[in-house]
């Protein structure tokens, strides 16, 4: 089926290729860094040590750079080709989103056998990745009003003034660290359907997360 | 003999008219406070209102000079925690200076007056000096029903709050009831208590939370008030800066450990012989703000953290509902019947939804697929 597809077609631009590895990046670091920031163990051997204190260094840098790759990413969908704009992300508004949306589910749950094909996201993906954007926010969030919350009154604990009349002490550091939890379960989810599309799309799904091309049978509309 | 002894003699701390005339310094030479003690007193207080040492010399001159304000202390939904702080504040020349500067004229615990003639010790102050005198209280106030729970002298805690805060000239809330509400305020709170703040909106209110109130706080509020004629900069929560203003967490004297990834992982364990981090062990130090680590309790010889306890969180609002569990940092996720910490659910969803697409994946290649036709496909 491979010999099919032959036609080559520019999908992810380099700013959205970007964001997508830096996140990954960053998730990696953030997760494994705010893994050991719940539940430090004992690295140091003499009190001069430095190891929680770098921990939480590399936590904050990255979390930085986090937000900003985010960010940058909210703004692409702007800016960027119709690919990576946001209306891909919203199926559901339109009649044939939803039938494609349908379409995927049904293929997903095992009971059509048609491979539905996209060229950009597809829509079930999209949906996923609406909910993902939902714990980005909440993770940068919480996150920066705790790391705000050792300077009352400082800029950013005035910004962040709403997360603190909505959560409770302990319950933002919970929310912040079972969010956790629910982007490795999205990640599972992701790594899977990435490489299951990759093998059934024939279209070099994985690649193109890299190389921004996609392959199709048809030249595109 | 003068009248002040004849006072303290009757066991009866009331107001003395001519004694009102009198500095506070020279009140404490009358009593026998020696210069020396005094000027390790007022360095103290500098200190405590985190001022620069140079400070002392004026503090000194100023309560040299300073008129007694009256106090009135009102004990409401409390355990009398505060007023043993208070009382037992180790050093004694301390004890006597804070109770000397202060012309206590009503204290349930620790007046001997009792009865109608307290009652009227206390309406003749609020009277007499109305917009003048000091009140402290200690303990939250009920408000449900009509603030029904919890009366003195048959009148309820909440008109008693009114009328003495309202005219006060500053109201000092201490201890964390007082200040937030704290332990009578705790879900489900039974009695609709708050803290004097909201009780009583209109007054100045200044909040001294901690369970019980560092004595030495208190102390330096009202000379504070004394030396500069204003209340000291508060907090967002209405705390004196100088005491309120630093996290524990950033002056605990187990930081180094915390920073070098030393820390207790059981209680009695190596690490805790040898005054590691406490984290682990739920320690609250890294989000409560007070001067434990370095004011300290019992005439500074100890705090918790400094005695191998985590900190409790006691000086934030709400602390019992939301600074828990205390020997824990995380508080389990809420909604699940048996305990269950975010780290069980976090590791359950990661291996459901891995064996879930494990299971899908095998399906999926057990099964012939349909190539989309040229009409279905999109590109
Ligand atoms: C995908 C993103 C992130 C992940 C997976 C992540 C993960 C974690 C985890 C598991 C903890 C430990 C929580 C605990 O047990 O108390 C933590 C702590 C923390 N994280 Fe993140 N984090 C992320 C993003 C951020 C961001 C954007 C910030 C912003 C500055 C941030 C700031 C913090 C802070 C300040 C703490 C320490 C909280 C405390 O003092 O208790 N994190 N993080
Ligand atoms: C922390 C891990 C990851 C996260 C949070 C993540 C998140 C995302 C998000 C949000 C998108 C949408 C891209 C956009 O519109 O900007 C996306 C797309 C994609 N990712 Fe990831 N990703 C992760 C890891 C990976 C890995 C390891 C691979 C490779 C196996 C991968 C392959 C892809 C592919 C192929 C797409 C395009 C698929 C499509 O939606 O049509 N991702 N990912
Ligand atoms: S013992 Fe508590 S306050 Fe002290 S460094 Fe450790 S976490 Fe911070």
Redesign the pocket.
């Given at each position: 089926m491979s010999g099919q597809c032959k036609f080559k077609n520019y999908i992810w631009e380099l700013p959205l290729r970007w964001c997508h590895w830096i996140n990954v990046m960053?998730?990696v670091v953030?997760?494994v860094?705010?893994?050991f920031?719940?539940?430090p163990f004992s690295f140091g051997r003499s009190a001069s040590d430095f190891t929680i204190g770098w921990i939480?260094f590399i936590?904050?840098t990255?979390?930085?750079l986090?937000?900003v790759s985010v960010i940058s990413r909210v703004l692409w969908s702007f800016i960027g080709n119709k690919y990576a704009g946001w209306k891909e992300f919203f199926p559901l508004a339109t009649d044939k989103g939803r039938q494609k949306f349908i379409g995927m589910l049904r293929y997903y749950l095992l009971i059509d056998k048609d491979v539905p094909e996209t060229v950009g996201h597809n829509p079930l993906a999209t949906t996923a990745y609406i909910g993902l954007f939902c714990i980005?926010s909440i993770?940068?969030l919480?996150?920066?009003a705790?790391?705000a919350?050792h300077a009352p009154g400082s800029p950013m604990y005035r910004v962040f003034g709403f997360m603190y009349a909505m959560f409770s002490n302990q319950g933002m550091?919970?929310t912040?660290?079972f969010?956790?939890w629910l982007?490795v379960g999205f990640v599972i989810n992701h790594i899977y359907s990435a490489w299951l599309m990759d093998i059934k799309e024939h279209g070099s799904e994985i690649s193109s997360m890299f190389c921004g091309y996609k392959f199709t049978v048809k030249k595109e509309d | 003999m003068s009248q002040w002894d004849d006072d303290a003699k009757n066991g009866l701390i009331e107001r003395n008219y001519n004694g009102r005339e009198y500095s506070v310094g020279e009140i404490l030479r009358e009593r026998g406070v020696s210069r020396r003690d005094f000027l390790k007193f007022c360095s103290a207080m500098t200190a405590a209102m985190a001022l620069p040492a140079t400070f002392a010399p004026t503090v000194a001159q100023a309560l040299d000079e300073v008129k007694r304000p009256p106090l009135v202390w009102l004990e409401f939904q409390d355990c009398a925690g505060d007023t043993e702080a208070l009382l037992r504040s180790a050093n004694p020349t301390v004890a006597e200076i804070v109770l000397d500067i202060l012309s206590v004229d009503y204290h349930e615990t620790i007046m001997a007056a009792a009865g109608h003639q307290a009652e009227a010790a206390l309406e003749k102050t609020i009277t007499d000096y109305k917009g003048k005198y000091i009140c402290v209280v200690e303990g939250a106030i009920p408000m449900k029903d009509g603030g029904v729970y919890g009366c003195v002298g048959g009148k309820s805690h909440l008109d008693r709050a009114r009328q003495v805060c309202g005219g006060a000239l500053a109201t000092i809330a201490v201890g964390t009831c007082a200040a937030f509400g704290g332990i009578p305020a705790a879900v489900p709170n039974p009695t609709g208590s708050v803290g004097v703040r909201e009780a009583v909106p209109g007054a100045t209110v200044i909040n001294l939370p901690g369970c019980p109130v560092n004595a030495d706080n208190l102390t330096a509020t009202v000379v504070h008030y004394l030396v500069f004629g204003k209340i000291p900069a508060l907090d967002g929560h209405g705390r004196p800066l100088f005491a309120y203003g630093k996290r524990i967490h950033d002056n605990c004297e187990r930081r180094p450990h915390f920073d070098a990834g030393q820390y207790v992982e059981h209680w009695g364990d190596d690490g805790h012989r040898k005054g590691f981090c406490l984290y682990r062990m739920g320690c609250k130090g890294?989000?409560t703000f007070h001067n434990c680590p370095t004011q300290r309790y019992n005439d500074k010889t100890s705090w918790p953290v400094g005695s191998g306890h985590g900190c409790a969180g006691c000086s934030e609002p709400a602390f019992w509902d939301t600074m828990g569990p205390l020997y824990k940092?995380?508080p389990n996720v809420p909604g699940f019947g048996i305990e269950h910490t975010?780290d069980e659910i976090g590791i359950g969803l990661a291996a459901g939804v891995a064996a879930a697409f494990a299971v899908h994946g095998a399906l999926n290649a057990l099964r012939k697929d349909k190539e989309p036709s040229d009409e279905t496909r999109e590109g």
């Open positions: 960053c998730i953030l997760s860094t705010g893994f920031i719940g539940t939480r936590h904050f990255a979390a930085y986090f937000a980005y993770m940068i919480t996150g920066f705790l790391y919350e550091r919970l912040h660290h969010c956790m982007i | 890294p989000a940092r995380l975010a």
